[in-house]
């Protein structure tokens, strides 16, 4: 497949967009580029959902421990890594794959791309992978069961400003925001205009390191396509209601440029470009009528 073969022998980060259990997506992809003879280094959003960390919203880098400065917004985060006394989940992944870049969202789109520009750098990253869990990164911003938009479109804004950057959708609907029908459509729209990249599955080796590391961290959506790796099929609910489909399906990782979904598909993540904190970013995504993953953990935070 042409997007990794231009990455052999190359260092990429490929990095869980949602925080939270998203890095669990990212195995299948960071597996097939080591096999592809690629360096891989594993990163994160810090942002555990209110269940681990009852604070709303995303973590700042000044508020963690165990930790490794690179940039004003990312950090080496090491095994034991915590926020008031809370073992954040970018931690306990930390302890199964090594140290992970963690990436505080706090400064909108504008402060992960000045960081995110600066590590690449020093680091001597050739091609950063974001990987989203479900597909709500690719939403347009007007499908009724959209409820975390805030963090996947700051980074899938960010993903666009970046060189040599694409997005993996892992988990076709395994969070149980958008409908088959709406994946399918949003899909067919970004390859329309020219932005699908390709596609990987999952073979035993990949499901054995998935179950490793979900076995320590809390996560969903990562695990919808580990079930069905193992031969679930049909439909379930997760959290907050939501009617998730087992299938094989979910076991691919489909790669999209996200220039094309940011110009085409993504109006949340169009409208982020040029956020600078993310009460910034979340009041412009209030404009489109839509009420965020921040909303939700300060309205649970205040019962």
């Not at 992970?100 to 950063?128: C, K, M, P, Y």
């Not at 590391?213 to 996560?219: G, V, Y």
């Not at 470009?273 to 009041?283: F, L, Q, R």
Request: with cysteine.
């Amino acid at each position: 497949m042409r997007i990794m073969d231009k990455w052999d022998g190359k260092r990429v980060l490929v990095i869980g967009i949602g925080g939270g259990g998203d890095i669990a997506s990212t195995l299948p992809t960071a597996t097939f580029l080591e096999r592809m003879g690629a360096e891989v280094i594993f990163g994160s959003v810090i942002w555990d959902r209110y269940v681990i960390d009852p604070k709303p919203g995303p973590r700042a880098l000044e508020e963690l421990q165990e930790i490794e400065r690179i940039t004003e917004r990312t950090a080496w985060i090491l095994p034991g890594c915590h926020a008031d006394g809370i073992h954040l989940t970018v931690g306990k992944a930390a302890e199964v794959l090594g140290r992970i870049l963690g990436l505080d969202i706090t400064a909108g789109v504008f402060g992960v791309v000045r960081s995110l520009r600066e590590t690449l750098e020093i680091l001597e990253i050739d091609a950063v992978i974001g990987i989203d869990a479900g597909g709500d990164a690719i939403a347009t911003g007007y499908e009724s069961g959209l409820c975390s938009p805030l963090c996947d479109s700051i980074m899938v804004s960010s993903l666009a400003q970046l060189p040599s950057s694409a997005l993996g959708v892992f988990g076709f609907g395994s969070d149980g925001e958008l409908r088959k029908e709406e994946l399918l459509r949003n899909m067919s729209l970004i390859s329309a205009h020219g932005g699908y990249l390709g596609a990987i599955g999952m073979d035993e080796e990949i499901a054995s390191r998935m179950e490793r590391l979900i076995n320590r961290i809390s996560t969903e959506a990562s695990a919808v396509p580990l079930k069905s790796f193992h031969g679930k099929l049909g439909w379930s609910t997760i959290r907050k209601g939501r009617h998730v489909e087992f299938s094989l399906l979910t076991t691919v990782t489909f790669f999209f440029d996200p220039r094309v979904i940011v110009e085409h598909v993504n109006e949340i993540a169009r409208a982020l470009g040029d956020t600078s904190s993310i009460e910034e970013a979340n009041e412009r995504v209030h404009s489109f009528g839509v009420f965020t993953e921040l909303d939700y953990e300060r309205m649970v935070s205040d019962l």
